[in-house]
């Protein structure tokens, strides 16, 4: 740990001439009136992890700022000479709404140019999937995307991809870090752009890219029966407001309705606490216009639009919101059944989910005979995957957990888009049947039996929430729990060892992923538990999973509060409440 004068010695590093005068001011002011903030500001480098960089904006080294983001650049464009060479290189660059998100998109543009590439760089914000489509379709070695997803406002981030349009993973994660870490100075970053070598795209790639979407569609001839069924979409101020009413409509709906205030592009969010699609109050003023207008779906997206929220009318016609796990279920029901109904199987389909998303999906893969690949948290181990079995095997469909879901293989991450126009034609799908999307999710229930899943964050900031989180942790790991809420744990999962014991054999065997800081606990009862740090935020999470047969469709309310209630004897006895 840096002493303060350490840190007030760094900072006035940041008072050279190879900052800016806005950088110097905000040095100066922080040095003379305010040492809290100093501190926070320097008291570390603000690390370039496996997927990049996310930080709170403004000056100094634990910032986000275009010094950071600049020796992120530099350190990657470094890595893709090595990889590549110097000659015939390019790279794609997006961004999303937040503040200050075009400057940084920019500055990165003029670095790659200075360092010799062609750059592709989008002509104003647009969704993170699409990054990865623009990737791939310009055969481009590497690109970046300017966001901080569903983080509050003052923060920012860059998140790098490699060539098949996944975001960054091994070796290349660890390549590009340790040559990250090898700039010492700003005065490494070659911050002079070649304008000639930069160009522009916008509405030609996102034809392309809405054409390969198009594709996802199953069923457009009940879309044709059923192309007024009121759907009410906001962007919550962020970038999925260029793509997915056009995807809307280009899929055949016509009764698409807007929020106004929020259609509005804003990295401030003033309408909402979060610009998280997981969070109810960001989906409020949406339910509160679809009440007015009679709408029968509600979708978001988060602000780079790689996520989304849905919500939907129950029995009693109230809305309700679906949580990311079951938005995966529907959406892997409806493309599987689709597959059956319309003989499009060859046999050699797959779908993933991530090991702490619902087993459910596992169950409907296993019915219609299709392989569920179990991966972990965070997309670009989708794209791995894809990547490795390309040509091999087709996949369909996948998502986790965390709202995120990908139909086909045309881009490499989680995309709201596409997913959003599927939940679309699923809502018209159910309507031709006679019922609602709510209606489907309980058929599901009844065939393959009830999960409920519910997460928990524990936040610990710091350097001692750091240090407790991962106390806590080996503490698990040292004094695993023999028993949970009266069940028995019967297997544990460690993907930290990487090896499965089962509990009552005391066999142990090997899990064939990579190494990751997860614990998972499964008992008698068929209770799954797992427990891992976040990547990105200072918390540990807990997800936890039950599940019941469900014998009829009026037996869902009281079978629900049943799992609710052992999910709440669950936390309980973990002493989480």
């Known amino acids: 740990m840096l002493t303060t004068d350490e840190i007030r010695k ?226 919550i101020h962020g970038t999925g407001v260029m793509l997915i009413p056009p995807a809307l409509k280009l899929f055949g709906f016509r009764n698409i309705i807007s929020v106004p205030e929020q259609d509005k592009i804003d990295g401030n969010f003033p309408t909402v606490k979060s610009p998280n699609p997981e969070e109810p109050g960001a989906l409020k003023m949406a339910i509160e216009k679809a009440i007015e207008t009679g709408a029968e779906l509600v979708m978001a997206s988060d602000p780079d639009a790689d996520r989304l929220g849905i919500a939907c009318r129950n029995k009693k016609g109230e809305f309700v919101l679906l949580n990311g796990n079951q938005t995966c279920v529907l959406l892997v029901y409806y493309i599987l059944s689709q597959y059956k109904e319309k003989k499009l199987y060859k046999g050699n389909e797959y779908i993933i989910k991530t090991i702490v998303s619902t087993d459910l999906m596992d169950r409907i893969a296993e019915k219609h005979n299709v392989e569920c690949y179990n991966v972990l948290t965070g997309f670009k181990f989708f794209a791995e995957l894809i990547r490795k079995l390309e040509g091999k095997k087709k996949y369909i469909g996948g998502g986790e957990e965390s709202y995120g879901f990908l139909p086909g293989d045309y881009v490499r991450d989680k995309d709201s888009v596409a997913s959003c126009s599927l939940m679309a034609e699923i809502s018209a799908w159910a309507k031709s049947r006679g019922k609602s999307i709510y209606e489907v999710l309980i058929d599901i229930y009844t065939e393959y039996g009830l999960f409920r899943e519910k997460l928990i964050n524990i936040v610990r900031k710091g350097l001692e929430g750091h240090s407790e989180i991962k106390a806590m942790m080996q503490a698990y790991r040292n004094n695993p729990p023999k028993s949970i809420n009266g069940s028995k744990v019967v297997k544990i999962n460690d993907y930290d060892s990487l090896v499965s014991t089962d509990c009552i054999t005391g066999k142990k065997t090997k899990i064939n992923l990579i190494q990751s800081d997860v614990l998972q606990f499964f008992l008698g009862d068929g209770s799954k538990i797992s427990v891992r740090p976040s990547g990105t935020e200072p918390k540990i999470k807990f997800y936890f999973s039950v599940n019941a047969k469900l014998s009829s469709a009026d037996k869902f309310d009281e079978t629900e509060k049943i799992l609710d209630q052992k999910i709440a004897g669950i936390i309980n006895d973990m002493k989480l409440a």
């Not at 110097?86 to 075009?102: E, L, T």
């Open 10 to 235: 760094r900072a006035s590093h940041w008072l050279g001439s190879d900052f800016n005068e806005e950088t110097r001011k905000e040095v100066a002011d922080m040095l003379e009136h305010d040492e809290k903030k100093l501190i926070d500001a320097f008291y570390q480098d603000l690390e370039f992890g496996t997927g990049g960089l996310r930080g709170i904006m403004g000056a100094g080294t634990n910032r986000m700022n275009i010094y950071t983001l600049g020796m992120a650049t530099q350190g990657l464009s470094n890595y893709i000479i090595k990889q590549c060479g110097n000659k015939g290189i390019s790279v794609a660059i997006a961004h999303d709404c937040r503040n200050n998100s075009r400057y940084f998109a920019e500055t990165t543009a003029d670095i790659f140019s200075a360092n010799g590439f062609e750059v592709y760089l989008f002509e104003s914000l647009r969704p993170t999937p699409e990054l990865s489509f623009a990737v791939r379709h310009y055969k481009c070695q590497s690109g970046v995307v300017i966001t901080a997803s569903h983080n509050p406002p003052e923060y920012n981030g860059y998140k790098a991809y490699w060539n098949d349009g996944g975001q960054v993973v091994a070796p290349h994660d660890e390549g590009i870090t340790a040559e990250v870490r090898k700039i010492k100075s700003v005065s490494e970053i070659k911050f002079n752009g070649k304008k000639d070598k930069i160009k522009i795209i916008g509405k030609e790639t996102d034809d392309l890219f809405l054409a390969e979407v198009l594709k996802m569609s199953l069923n457009p001839e009940i879309i044709k029966k059923h192309s007024d069924i009121g759907i009410v979409y906001t962007p």
